[in-house]
């Protein structure tokens, strides 16, 4: 089953914003193996944290991951309008499968 | 520059079959695996299945498991995606998408991905 997102999260622009990613020990919680992507509407989505905390080359460092219990977390800081978008975690498992978190829709206000 | 180009979405009964293409470039495609990853209209990402660089390694998830084939020609850079069976539930728009391998953690993401192709299933 899907991993847990709050259905959306809004701040105002240079504030920051965390969307949580929760699932079982076998998944987000217990992995070191999750990633996130960003969405926005109409386009494919794009890999920007990989290994909980890590970013691809091109990200900005205003993305950021952290990991506490079986909870991932993203955290925008400094938030900028054209991160207005959906964002979905994603767990790696030992069965060679993943799991895709319901998706967060970020407002900027 | 890495590209990912699906075709072959479209229209279909429930019952019917579709293949999905995707043809890559700018990266040496036998090398890495690919995924097929789907998105319901207004809904979240599903993975749909993978397969290794040398066409081993084939999983799938749940829900296509039985109905779907996923193979790749690495001569012609090309990833495919058999559907059969299809049912209204299958309707979502397609992605294919490269994986990167992790060496400190073991393990693989999506790092690129194609623009998606629209498979939609209706009576």
């Known amino acids: 089953s899907a991993l847990t997102q709050p259905r959306s999260v809004s701040g105002s622009p240079g504030q920051s914003v965390a969307i949580s990613c929760t699932g079982p020990?076998?998944?987000?919680?217990?992995?070191?193996?999750v990633a996130w992507y960003q969405q926005h509407p109409g386009k494919a989505p794009k890999f920007i944290i990989y290994d909980v905390t890590k970013r691809p080359p091109g990200v900005p460092d205003r993305f950021s991951g952290s990991k506490s219990g079986n909870t991932a977390s993203l955290t925008i800081s400094g938030l900028q309008a054209e991160d207005e978008a959906d964002y979905y975690c994603c767990s790696f498992t030992g069965t060679y499968t993943f799991v895709f978190g319901t998706g967060t829709k970020v407002t900027v206000l | 520059e890495v590209q990912l180009v699906e075709s072959g979405g479209g229209f279909v009964q429930p019952g019917g079959s579709l293949r999905l293409s995707c043809e890559v470039s700018?990266?040496?495609?036998?090398?890495?695996?690919m995924s097929w990853v789907r998105q319901a209209p207004g809904k979240g990402l599903e993975w749909v299945s993978v397969?290794?660089?040398?066409?081993?390694?084939?999983y799938y998830g749940d829900s296509v498991m039985g109905r779907f084939t996923i193979s790749r020609d690495n001569s012609k850079n090309t990833l495919y995606l058999q559907m059969n069976s299809l049912r209204v539930e299958d309707t979502a728009i397609y992605y294919c998408a490269k994986e990167w391998y992790s060496s400190s953690s073991g393990g693989d993401y999506f790092d690129y991905w194609g623009q998606g192709t629209l498979v939609s299933v209706s009576s």
């Open positions: 020990s076998s998944d987000a919680g217990g992995s070191d193996r």
């Open positions: 397969i290794g660089g040398s066409g081993g390694g084939i």
């Open positions: 700018g990266f040496n495609f036998g090398t890495y695996a």
